[in-house]
């Protein structure tokens, strides 16, 4: 489904990204893990089409997306929940929901989209005439996601959704992403909750120092002794 192969992307003259390569398959849940500022963050603005990679190419579904704009991107079917949300904050729940759905492929069935998006967050119908401002930092996490679905993606990219959320609340969006997945959405997943992670997802890179440095099954990455040490705290 996605294929990136030897991206190189700087920000003028730094260099983040140098050769990486990495896959996601149709159905899969995949995971980026790695310490703050190892690139993570970059592969997913790159694919979202944010930013531009120098070298290297990222294909999806047979498609070449470097020279497409970020909203050309969304009409192949790429959705990004980026870090911190970015909600319209003085917009109601339901206005920043219909606008995730403004490209041509999703307005058709904006309607249908809204009542799944509604069975997934029912507290998001509760609330749809609230300022997104008013939510909590949990309530604002399912509406960033909610307005992502709302494109009708086939992959979604996330990045940090469980950052400064509650265990109990963390434990629930990581639920929403299985059942997310399950209804056929593949999902490229960048998170510090290395743990979480690697439990649910099918496959893990290692992201390093704006490299990849090490990919297997979420499942063996649970047992990597480097893992273990540098991401799950020793446990």
Known sequence: ??????????????????????????????????SNGAGKSTILRTIAGLSKPSKGEIMFQGTPLSKKTAYQIVDLGIALV???????????????LELGAFNSRARKDRQSTIKWVYEIFPLLEERKDHLAATLSGGQQQML???????????????????LGLAPLIVEMIFDVIEQINKRGVSVLLVEQNAHAALERADRAYIIESGRV???DTGQNMLQHEHVKSAYLGGV
């Not at 980026?82 to 920043?96: A, H, K, Q």
């Not at 996601?145 to 996330?158: D, N, T, V």
């Open 1 to 34: 489904m996605l294929e990136c192969g030897g991206i190189d992307v700087f920000y003028e003259d730094l260099q983040a990204l140098w050769g990486v390569s990495l896959t996601v398959n149709e159905g899969e849940i995949v995971a980026l893990i790695g």
């Open 82 to 96: 980026p870090e911190g949300r970015r909600l319209f904050s003085g917009m109601t729940v339901l206005e920043n």
């Open 144 to 162: 960033a996601i909610g307005r992502a679905l709302m494109s009708r993606p086939k992959l979604l990219l996330l990045d940090e959704p469980s």
């Open 213 to 215: 440095a090490g990919h």
